[in-house]
């Protein structure tokens, strides 16, 4: 946690911010996609309470949390009420885990006549060293979620929904997986950090047969796994329950799916995880493919940067600070795109049947997961050769 008082209240303080960044961007979002909707269907959408209807935001909290307490009278009781905080955590465990900016150095300096530092925050809640493995190993977690509020809710439709989502969940999680082994195999790391930080500051470089190809781009995961971004990218959608494979809740076949039996504050704590999953996702995307918070030419370095920024203000702490809030903007506007793809999606396509969903994840994308692997086996084992 720390070498001193002061870096352990920093480091406390720092995975409180990262839980509540993820929590408050879930009525962003919401508001977002109530919107972006409306302009896709000629609607106007959420615009009379407040501004561009964002006070819309605060009346819905206040609903939320004031509805009338129920629960089925013939329900597991801990599994219905475990249900929407299970379905919360992983979530929020996951997002904690992905470097968000560049480590954060910090000189030493005087505060209450002692003497502090020197410290070197990294902006992400922990730093495990396996990465990708907590995440994929904690994000599994969620379709336990919606197994407790299938059966806890004692309703045949949560039920279905329930074991329809877990059986997508599992099926697609093959795919998702499996895409991501040739990006581990290209930069060699479980790492994030150690992922970032070779998608910086090198272009793009091809070699095969000892023939070297160096082109002027940003050395990041998608130039090197095009097919595996691709995988991955659709297989989120079936994870994160959202269209074209909301297959979980299918209004018109199921009432509302697992979460049939929900409402007020337990029903926001399953917004909140959909979305928290959906931060994961956009987060890892951006992380293993798009270079992380890295900037989009690959000669600007946060040593470059910082340089820069040092010329203009001074070197020293304020510097080191404004280089690892830029870094950290970056990373968002590349998080924020992901997450308006994903509204966007949700508002032009339609769902797929169920046969469809396991068709498409067990019969197309598992096989090309599996076959994009074995390629970038194959096309290593021929540039180390």
């Known amino acids: 946690m720390g070498k001193d ?95 968000l900016s560049t480590p954060l150095a910090i000189a030493p300096f005087e505060m209450f006549g002692h003497t502090f530092g020197p410290y070197n925050f990294i902006i992400q809640g922990y730093d495990l060293g396996i990465g990708i493995v907590f995440v994929l190993g904690i994000s599994s977690l969620g379709a336990y979620s919606l197994l407790m509020a299938g059966w806890g809710s ?115 704590l399953f917004f909140i995880g959909e979305y928290g999953h959906m931060l994961v996702a956009s987060a890892l995307l951006v992380t293993f493919f798009l270079g992380g918070y890295a900037l989009p030419v690959y000669t600007w370095t946060p040593e470059f940067v910082n340089a820069g920024i040092a010329a203009k203000i001074g070197a020293g702490n304020l510097a080191n600070i404004l280089t690892s809030l830029l870094f950290h903007v970056v990373f968002l506007v590349k998080v924020l795109f992901f997450l308006w793809v994903f509204i966007w999606v949700r508002w032009t396509l339609p769902r797929f049947r169920y046969d469809q969903l396991m068709n498409l994840g067990w019969k197309t994308m598992l096989p090309w997961a599996l076959a994009n692997t074995i390629i970038t086996a194959i096309i290593l084992a021929l540039a180390h050769g």
């Open 154 to 268: 004692a309703n045949k439709f949560s039920l279905l929904g329930a074991l329809r989502a877990s059986a997508q969940m599992i099926s697609y999680e093959l795919a998702l997986s499996l895409a991501l082994v040739g990006i581990l195999m290209v930069y060699g790391s479980f790492h994030f950090t150690e992922i970032v930080r070779q998608q910086i500051g090198v272009p793009l470089t091809y070699t095969v047969l000892g023939k070297t190809l160096t082109l002027p781009l940003p050395a990041w995961g998608i130039f090197y796994q095009p097919l595996g971004a691709i995988i991955f990218f659709a297989a989120t959608f079936a994870e994160t329950n959202r269209l074209p494979f909301d297959l979980p809740e299918a209004e018109g076949e199921l009432v509302a799916g697992f979460h049939t039996e929900y409402g007020g504050f337990k029903m926001l």
């Open 5 to 99: 008082a002061f870096e352990i209240t920093i480091n406390i303080v720092k995975m409180f911010v990262i839980f509540l960044m993820m929590v408050q961007l879930v009525p962003i979002l919401v508001w977002v996609e109530r919107r972006g909707s409306a302009f896709i269907q000629n609607r106007l959408g959420p615009n009379r309470v407040g501004p561009l209807g964002l006070l819309q935001l605060l009346a819905d909290a206040v609903k939320f949390l004031f509805k009338e307490e129920f629960a089925p009278q013939k329900g597991v009781k801990f599994m219905y009420y475990g249900a929407p905080v299970a379905a919360m955590i992983p979530g929020a465990l996951a997002f904690a885990s992905i470097p």
